[in-house]
């Protein structure tokens, strides 16, 4: 992580992850939009608190019940 340059970068391996980096501080963040088109930015975990790995099954979790509620609602 100490090449990854300042901002926000998507990660991969789950929908909607990105890591955003700022000086020294890095944290993972789950982006969605809800059925109203409105995007919200979930935060998941301080790195290296939380691993990339940890991350990954966070936003998984997360996602699930995202997409739970949606299809209540629709």
Known sequence: MKNLK???????????????????????????????????????GNYPQCSLKQARIDAHEQRKKINAVQNTVE
């Open 6 to 44: 300042n901002g926000v970068h998507a990660v991969g391996g789950a929908k909607g992850l990105y890591i955003k980096k700022a000086g020294r501080q890095a944290y993972f963040f789950l982006r969605y939009t809800d059925i109203t088109k409105k995007r919200h930015d979930f935060k998941i």
